[in-house]
């Protein structure tokens, strides 16, 4: 369910167990929900989702903590979309500096970032260069000062529609 869109969002869910019970998918799941979405679900349906999809990066991480740790308590695995910000903090010069560092880019720093918070991460790039480099993130590790400086750099930065307080 890609939006937890008022009154129908139940039952599009349990429309979704269906199929999950009827074996026609192996795994089901939502995008864009937060706490009080994930509360509702997890209260009044049977199957909690295998995934939530929502907007990551070291510059929102911290202001989505509380729906981060209710997936962590409810086994649902994170899955960051728009990882790179849609390119707009890629020249951010702490994280240029890191990146030179590690003889990588900036967006091989963001993606490792979320990789090494245990999150599946979903980058986009209509270049078939960039697809390659932004798979080329397994030769290298942040150290714990150079996760703990990406994790300060959070200003509540939302590149698309912010569902945090959606009804
Ligand atoms: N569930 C949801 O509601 C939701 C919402 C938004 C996005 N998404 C999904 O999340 C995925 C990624 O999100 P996104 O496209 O919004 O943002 P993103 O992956 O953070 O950024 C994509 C932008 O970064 C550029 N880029 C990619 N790799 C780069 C690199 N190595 N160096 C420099 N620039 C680079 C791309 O340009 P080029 O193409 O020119 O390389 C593009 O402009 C998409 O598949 C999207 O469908 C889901």
Avoid at 122 to 143: E, M, Y
């Amino acid at each position: 369910m890609h939006w937890p869109v008022p009154g129908k969002r139940l039952d599009t869910w349990r429309a979704m167990e269906h199929l999950l019970e009827t074996g026609k998918v192996r795994a089901i799941g939502v995008s864009n929900y937060m706490v009080r979405h994930l509360d509702e679900l997890l209260a009044r349906t049977e199957s909690p989702p295998a995934v939530n999809q929502i907007e990551l990066s070291p510059y929102n991480w911290a202001s989505r903590r509380a729906v981060l740790d209710l997936c962590a308590a409810n086994h649902i695995a994170v899955e960051a979309y728009s990882p790179l910000t849609k390119g707009r903090q890629l020249a951010d010069p702490p994280l240029v500096a890191m990146a030179g560092r590690h003889g990588k880019t900036t967006a091989q720093v963001l993606i490792r970032w979320a990789l090494q918070k245990g999150f599946i991460v979903l980058p986009k790039s209509t270049r078939p260069q960039r697809i390659a480099a932004n798979a080329d993130v397994f030769d290298f590790d942040l150290t714990d000062k150079d996760m703990a400086a990406l994790d300060a750099l959070d200003q509540g930065l939302t590149t698309g529609w912010d569902p945090t307080n959606a009804p």
